[in-house]
């Protein structure tokens, strides 16, 4: 499968727990993007990637949120002392980064904060 | 005022019947424009892209209108399987690159 992998699908946490998802894009795409979708809104753009350097965080992304993308390759997406708030599909995708975006997704993990 | 808006329906219509969306922004700097397509509880597919000239692919139609600051998205002979939810995507191509997504149209095609 050359597509965007996400792990894991599905999270259930107690507030207040730390969470990490994966991501890992299409092989030969330059930029990772992270997004969050909650039911009924577009997905919220939170960072992106060119490679392995993070090139903006969108104000949405508190203190507790940190991404990283070692070696230009997958990424993480941690999340520290999870809050409600924090329940929602978060969504990874990669682009060719060649000034033409189009993302291809990823399957998603839905985080659900109790 | 959102960077992109969308009206979010629910939009019902019969088999076979023509519905049209709008999506409307507001950087009058965005350069690249897309429509999404995404089901009940999975990622947001690619659909087409939108061309200044405006573009077919089958069924659909997409137009831009850089004046009024819109770009629109046609179905015709609406089927079952079109039912889902579209996503509007406008891309600012200077600085960030960031694809900006709308809420979404819903789209709820019946028998």
């Known amino acids: 499968d050359t597509g965007v992998s996400q792990n894991p699908r599905h999270k259930i946490t107690k507030r207040g727990q730390n969470v990490t998802f994966r991501c890992d894009p299409i092989s030969e795409h330059n930029r990772l993007y992270w997004y969050r979708q909650t039911l009924g809104q577009g997905p919220e753009f939170l960072t992106y990637f060119q490679n392995e350097a993070q090139l903006e965080k969108s104000r949405l992304l508190s203190d507790r949120f940190s991404a990283e993308r070692p070696k230009g390759s997958f990424s993480t997406l941690e999340i520290q002392r999870t809050e409600q708030g924090d329940s929602a599909m978060y969504l990874c995708?990669?682009?060719?980064?060649?000034?033409?975006?189009?993302?291809?997704f990823g399957s998603g993990t839905q985080l659900s904060v109790l | 005022r959102k960077e992109v808006e969308q009206d979010p329906g629910p939009f019902n219509v019969p088999e076979g019947a023509t519905v049209a969306f709008n999506c409307t922004y507001s950087?009058?700097?965005?350069?690249?424009f897309f429509w999404y397509r995404q089901d009940c509880r999975k990622e947001p597919k690619l659909l087409m892209s939108v061309f200044s000239s405006g573009n077919e692919d089958g069924r659909f139609t997409a137009q831009l209108n850089r004046a009024s600051q819109y770009i629109s998205l046609l179905i015709r002979d609406s089927k079952l399987s079109d039912s889902a939810t579209y996503l509007c995507v406008v891309v600012v191509l200077e600085g960030s690159y960031i694809p900006t997504f709308g809420r979404g149209t819903s789209l709820i095609v019946h028998p």
């Open positions: 950087n009058s700097a965005s350069q690249s």
């Open positions: 995708a990669s682009s060719r980064g060649d000034g033409n975006e189009k993302l291809f």
